[in-house]
C-alpha cells in the first residue's frame, strides 16, 4: 500500500479520521489517524505504510488488533499517553469509559457517607 491510498482508505473510512501527519520527537515521519469509537489517536511511521495492506492498518487503527509498530495513544486526564505503558487497572478504567461506565462503584458511595 502506498500514502496516497492509505489517506484515502481513511478518509472514506467512518470510524476514522485524519489528523495529519509531522515528524515526531524521534524524528520519524508519522501520520496521525484518530478513532471515533475508542476515541484513540494511532501514530503510523510513514516508513511503514508500505509494509502491510490496508485491512491490517484498519483493523490495528480500530484495536481489532495489535501491532508493536504502533503506538495507542488515548486522552484520559488531561494529555496523551501510550496504552502500552498503563497497568491492568488503568487499562479496566479505559474499557469502561468506552462502555460509558463513569459511575462510583456503590459500596465506595456508601463507605464515604459513613465516613
Not at 489517524?33 to 508500505?50: D, F, M, Q, Y
Not at 498503563?86 to 465516613?115: C, F, I, M, Q
Request: with cysteine; net charge positive; aromatic share 8%.
Amino acid at each position: 500500500m502506498n500514502g496516497r491510498e492509505f489517506f484515502h482508505s481513511v478518509a472514506a473510512h467512518d470510524g476514522l479520521i485524519w489528523l495529519g501527519a509531522k515528524t515526531n520527537r524521534e524524528g520519524v515521519d508519522c501520520a496521525y489517524i484518530a478513532g471515533t469509537k475508542l476515541g484513540n489517536i494511532t501514530e503510523v511511521p510513514v516508513s511503514e505504510i508500505k509494509n502491510h495492506d490496508w485491512n491490517t492498518w484498519r483493523d490495528v487503527m480500530l484495536g481489532v488488533r495489535d501491532a508493536q509498530i504502533m503506538k495507542h495513544l488515548t486522552r484520559i486526564v488531561g494529555y496523551y499517553s501510550e496504552l502500552r505503558n498503563w497497568n491492568a487497572s488503568k487499562r479496566a478504567e479505559l474499557r469502561d469509559r468506552h462502555n460509558g461506565k463513569y459511575g462510583v462503584p456503590e459500596a465506595v458511595t456508601r463507605a464515604v457517607a459513613a465516613a
